[in-house]
Antibody, heavy 119, light 107 residues
Framework: EVQLVQSAAEVKKPGESLKISCKAS????????IGWVRQMPGKGLEWMGI????????RYSPSFQGQVTMSADKSINTAYLQFRSLKSSDTALYYC????????????WGQGTRVTVSS | DSVLTQSPGTLSLSPGDRATLSCRAS???????LAWYQQKPGQAPRLLIY???SRATGIPDRFSGSGSGTDFTLTIERLEPEDFAVYYC????????FGQGTKLEIK
């Protein structure tokens, strides 16, 4: 079974950039896709997009296209979610999760990274 | 745009009861690509059911999924105290998104 460990909570100011990480262990990093899910405070789950670490093939939800960048470094089994210019509306809990196909159900989840954007 | 609508928003039941949660898609889901997750406060979601009716590894058989087309159901038999949580459905395949969730609370 794959284990996912996400980076620690972040507190940032509007306009700053941020890159959060998701490190996988327990299985070959190129045998699954990694997706990202947003959960705003007190709200439900939102599918952001997904990346295949083997070749960095990436699919974004239309709602998040252009707002974030997903990447992966297979040499260190780590996926990333990058924000170029944070807004207060980016305040949320971000989960990474694995899936066996591009747009599929999520099997294993990270513990989440809480991002707070406030001036 | 496709939408997933879960009902009810909140379900109040007692331990030992049966819970029936609904998820309705605005368009028919090919291959019954519908999953259910459980999320407890302060925890990441946990996969319960995929492909509408297949239980994920380690999920008790008290949890069952059914449905096809646009109407899907998650049934939890003999509710245990640890089952009280928020439940989300997710459609996947050509696109993916989640329903808004059903909160299962103790009556």
């Amino acid at each position: 079974e794959v284990q996912l460990v996400q980076s620690a909570a972040e507190v940032k100011k509007p306009g700053e950039s941020l890159k959060i990480s998701c490190k996988a262990s327990g299985d070959s990093f190129t045998s699954f896709w990694i997706g990202w899910v947003r959960q705003m405070p007190g709200k439900g789950l939102e599918w952001m997009g997904i990346i295949y670490p083997g070749d960095s093939d990436t699919r974004y939800s239309p709602s998040f296209q252009g707002q974030v960048t997903m990447s992966a470094d297979k040499s260190i089994n780590t996926a990333y979610l990058q924000f170029r210019s944070l807004k207060s509306s980016d305040t949320a809990l971000y989960y990474c999760a694995t899936t066996v196909a591009a747009i599929y159900h999520f099997e294993n989840w990270g513990q989440g990274t809480r991002v707070t954007v406030s001036s | 745009d496709s939408v997933l609508t879960q009902s009810p928003g909140t379900l109040s039941l007692s331990p030992g009861d049966r819970a029936t949660l609904s998820c309705r898609a605005s368009q028919s889901l090919r291959n019954r690509y519908l999953a259910w997750y459980q999320q407890k406060p302060g925890q990441a979601p946990r996969l319960l059911i995929y492909a509408a009716s297949s239980r994920a590894t380690g999920i008790p058989d008290r949890f069952s999924g059914s449905g096809s087309g646009t109407d899907f159901t998650l049934t939890i038999e003999r509710l245990e105290p640890e089952d009280f949580a928020v439940y989300y459905c997710q459609q996947y395949g050509t696109s993916s998104f989640f329903g808004q969730g059903t909160k299962l609370e103790i009556k």
